[in-house]
Each structure stands twice: as structure tokens, then as C-alpha cells.
């Protein structure tokens, strides 16, 4: 099954601010990933291609990166995600766009576990993601509300711990 996922949000904020929000990816100054209520991304070393590492049972590794532009990661797991996801800072009509697109073929269990568990905690991931850049860019937020069946899904994950 052919994935395409995309999230975006457009930012009244200069190219190179938005860039270095890409740029702390997965360091201790990052300003964009919403480690606080989801699995903290994680790499085995500082954000550059080859890098390994993941959130929660993601993992990936870093096919491409342009500071200050994109980052390009491949799917490494789980089993039936073949693809790549990326983020990347894009001009539309004199716009910044910070954009998070996945491209991937669900195959197995995939075929599955995509629409019914990580799709939607996927997109709810990358909506808090975008609304602190937003918060990091000195913007207004606009938080996306979490859904029934995201809440229903973290309780089920934590098993009713949360």
C-alpha cells in the first residue's frame, strides 16, 4: 500500500530560524520535537547522514541532510515501513513552510499496523511538533487537539497507566 503523509505549517518566520529548528533535531537543544508527551527522538550520534537511531519503535537512519534545509531519514523498522520521512523548510509564495512529509510502501504488517495504530498517533506527533516550532519561532500556536481514538491509543499503549 502506497503512503504518502504530509504535514505542514507555514511560519512568519525568517528561512534560517526555521532551518535551525531542523537543525537541533534530536539534541539537547532541539525546539521542535514534542519529547514531552511522546517518545524522545534519539540518534547514536550528533544529526548527520548515517546516523542511527529512532522514537519509541521507529528507527530510522539518515540518508540526507542539508543544514539549515532538510533531513532525510530511511526506515529501519518496524518490519513493513519502506520508506523515507522527511522535514524540510520550503518557500511557498513568500511563505516559510516547515514540512514533514512521509513516503513509504505499507507492506506486511504494516499493511495493519499503519491505519490503525501509527497513522494516527503519527499525525498527532507531528501536529505537536509543528505547534512548538511555532511556540520556539515566537508565533502563535495552533495546537491541533488530540483525537478519541489518539487518546484511546496512548491509553492502550501505556496499559491504562496514563
Same mark, same amino acid.
Given at each position: 500500500m502506497k503512503v504518502v503523509n504530509?504535514?505542514?505549517? #507555514?511560519?512568519? %518566520?525568517? %528561512?534560517?530560524r526555521v532551518g535551525a529548528l531542523i537543525d537541533q533535531l534530536a539534541s539537547p537543544q532541539d525546539r521542535l520535537w514534542?519529547?514531552? %508527551?511522546?517518545?524522545?527522538?534519539?540518534?547514536?550520534r550528533p544529526l548527520a547522514v548515517g546516523a542511527k537511531g529512532g522514537?519509541?519503535?521507529? @528507527?530510522?537512519?539518515?540518508e540526507a541532510y542539508e543544514p539549515g534545509r532538510s533531513l532525510t531519514c530511511r526506515f529501519t523498522?518496524? @518490519?513493513?515501513?519502506?520508506?523515507?520521512h522527511r522535514m524540510e523548510v520550503v518557500s511557498d509564495a513568500g511563505a516559510v513552510v516547515l514540512r514533514h512529509t512521509l513516503e513509504?510502501?505499507? #507492506?506486511?504488517p504494516?499493511?495493519?499496523?499503519?491505519?490503525?495504530?501509527f @497513522?494516527?498517533?503519527?499525525d498527532a506527533l507531528l501536529e505537536d511538533g509543528m505547534t512548538k516550532g511555532? #511556540? %520556539?519561532?515566537?508565533l502563535e500556536a495552533r495546537p491541533v487537539p488530540w483525537s478519541l481514538r489518539v487518546r484511546l491509543l496512548r491509553w492502550l499503549i501505556s496499559t491504562g497507566k496514563r
Amino acid at each position: 500500500m502506497k503512503v504518502v503523509n504530509i504535514h505542514e505549517r #507555514r511560519l512568519g %518566520a525568517d %528561512a534560517g530560524r526555521v532551518g535551525a529548528l531542523i537543525d537541533q533535531l534530536a539534541s539537547p537543544q532541539d525546539r521542535l520535537w514534542p519529547r514531552d %508527551a511522546w517518545p524522545e527522538m534519539k540518534l547514536d550520534r550528533p544529526l548527520a547522514v548515517g546516523a542511527k537511531g529512532g522514537h519509541g519503535p521507529i @528507527r530510522y537512519v539518515v540518508e540526507a541532510y542539508e543544514p539549515g534545509r532538510s533531513l532525510t531519514c530511511r526506515f529501519t523498522g518496524p @518490519r513493513g515501513f519502506d520508506g523515507i520521512h522527511r522535514m524540510e523548510v520550503v518557500s511557498d509564495a513568500g511563505a516559510v513552510v516547515l514540512r514533514h512529509t512521509l513516503e513509504m510502501q505499507a #507492506r506486511g504488517p504494516a499493511l495493519f499496523t499503519w491505519p490503525i495504530l501509527f @497513522r494516527p498517533l503519527h499525525d498527532a506527533l507531528l501536529e505537536d511538533g509543528m505547534t512548538k516550532g511555532e #511556540r %520556539a519561532m515566537g508565533l502563535e500556536a495552533r495546537p491541533v487537539p488530540w483525537s478519541l481514538r489518539v487518546r484511546l491509543l496512548r491509553w492502550l499503549i501505556s496499559t491504562g497507566k496514563r
